[in-house]
């Protein structure tokens, strides 16, 4: 059955040790910071809540084609952060599912089972993935300390205990469910780091501290964008917690460990080429609006920085449009994007996206940065004279052009801006990953055998 916005409210009094800047949170709905959050997802649940008793959320259903595949991802968009990680660890999980064909089917029907119990709950579900590491030149078994990586610490006859810490897990304390799996591939001796399961975000033992980039001002106006929709970052760390048997989906096979990273991974790029895409379009569209108000749509160099970003986000929004046209399947039927051009795209967005900025903070100037509040034109004494100032020409009013300074800032040249060019790189696994798997997917082969056709080799030259 789904929730209501006031129910998924309630859903957050369980008991759930959740803490920011250096003070537990008893009431996360009621927090002046935190509850901005909360409002955003319960008016997602408000928004596709059915009272019937079987339904099923839209938000949660398995793609079976390129068409479903795509008619989600504007549906993500709208519906927000808490439903696209939720999306995310739905289809991690099945894409895991049938790639663990050769292991224990019991692995494949407890997965099963929770997606099942997560689309009837119509729960929240974030995904816990980067442990805290400790040093990245030693692997899990190696390290000073051995809870670096998450692992388990003791097995009993229903289940196990964990130990360890996941960070930069967006949403965490808003959510339901705890999605826990390796970071990485695992080798002998590290059976006790592979263990993937599921932890509710209210078990006993899980501590999770947030941090955020929303903005610490009375007047949301200055921050068009932050200032309404915005997520903390959890630091989620399993304090000795116990996982019942039935939530256990890995449990020390560890050449297994890395089928849910990558499965994550695919996914993960697939919302962030996807969200790229528009993000792209959206900062073309501020560079336009602005250098019309400046006066300087027409000339040639700032005609010349918009074309380079119209080309940047179309070859992004083409990269995303394959991925889905070339889609595959997996065993049960769901529909999955495509390795090659999701890891492309990810790579060619995220790699770029700092010229993207750069042309519009070039093209729009320093008021950027320097823009007074809109505040400020409201003052009886100043505004007057702010909003005079502010003008350029006849039908460029000043508070308009105020406004485009303060979304354009907002958006890349404060918190959120800055929180942006981060995750935009590291969101999937960094760069370096995408360059793993765009190498692993293409043809290289075919390329190669092009390559001597053209200098009137054959194959045996190879």
């Known amino acids: ?38 409002d955003v997802v319960a008016r997602t649940y408000d928004r596709w809540y ?64 929770y997606v099942d119990e997560v689309q009837e709950r119509d729960l929240r579900v974030t995904q816990c993935i980067t442990d805290a590491k400790g040093d990245r030149s030693r692997p899990p078994s190696q390290q000073d300390d051995p809870d670096a990586y998450t692992r388990v610490v003791e097995r009993r006859s229903d289940g196990v205990v964990i130990r360890g ?3 930069h897990i967006t949403g965490a304390s808003l959510g339901h469910e705890l999605m826990t799996i390796p970071t990485k591939s695992m080798k002998e001796g590290e059976q006790d780091y ?14 999770i501290v947030n941090t955020t980039y929303a903005p610490r001002h009375h007047d949301p106006r200055d921050f068009p964008v932050s200032g309404r929709d915005h997520y903390p970052e959890g630091f989620v760390i399993f304090d ?14 560890f050449p297994y460990a890395a089928v849910f990273a990558h499965s994550l991974g695919l996914w ?30 027409h000339v040639a160099h700032i005609k010349e920085k918009i074309s380079e970003m119209i080309i940047h986000a179309t070859l992004i929004r083409a990269s995303l449009e394959a991925a889905i046209s070339n889609c595959n399947f997996g065993p049960d039927g769901a529909a999955f994007p495509n390795e090659l051009y999701t890891n492309a795209g990810k790579y060619h967005g995220a790699a770029n996206y700092n010229s993207m900025v750069r042309h519009l903070h070039d093209i729009a100037g320093g008021a950027v940065l320097t823009t007074p509040a809109i505040a400020d034109i409201e003052n009886p004494e100043v505004g007057g004279l702010v909003r ?40 999937g696994g960094g760069l370096y990953a995408q360059r793993i798997v765009t190498r692993k997917h293409y043809d290289l082969e075919h390329a190669k055998r092009l390559a001597l056709a053209a200098a009137g080799l054959d194959e045996d030259h190879a």
Not at 56 to 79: F, G, N
Not at 194 to 207: E, L, T
């Open 1 to 38: 059955m789904l929730m209501t916005g006031r129910q998924y409210r309630s859903s957050l009094a369980d008991g759930r040790a959740t803490y920011f800047e250096g003070a537990r949170v008893d009431d996360i709905a009621a927090h002046p910071i935190l509850g901005t959050a909360v």
């Open 50 to 113: 059915s009272p019937e008793p079987d339904a099923r959320s839209p938000l949660m259903v398995v793609p079976r084609s390129a068409q479903e595949l795509r008619e989600r991802i504007p549906l993500l968009h709208e519906a927000g952060m808490m439903a696209h990680v939720t999306y995310t660890s739905i289809m991690t999980l099945i894409t895991a599912a049938g790639r663990l064909e050769k292991l224990d089917p019991v692995y494949r029907q407890r997965l099963q089972r």
């Open 165 to 167: 810490a996941k960070l």
């Open 194 to 207: 592979s263990i993937a399961c599921a932890v509710p975000v209210n078990a006993p033992g899980v501590k």
């Open 240 to 253: 000795d917690v116990f996982v019942p048997e039935e939530r256990i989906f890995l449990d020390g096979e």
């Open 268 to 297: 993960e790029r697939l919302g962030g080429l996807s969200a790229m895409a528009d993000e792209a379009d959206r900062l073309v569209g501020l560079a336009q609006l602005i250098a019309e108000a400046n006066g300087l749509a």
């Open 388 to 427: 005079k100032y502010m003008k350029t020409m006849h039908g460029v009013d000043g508070e308009y052009r105020m406004r485009l300074f303060h979304t354009i800032r907002d958006l890349t040249a404060d918190a959120f801006g800055g929180w942006k060019q981060v995750t935009n790189i590291q969101a």
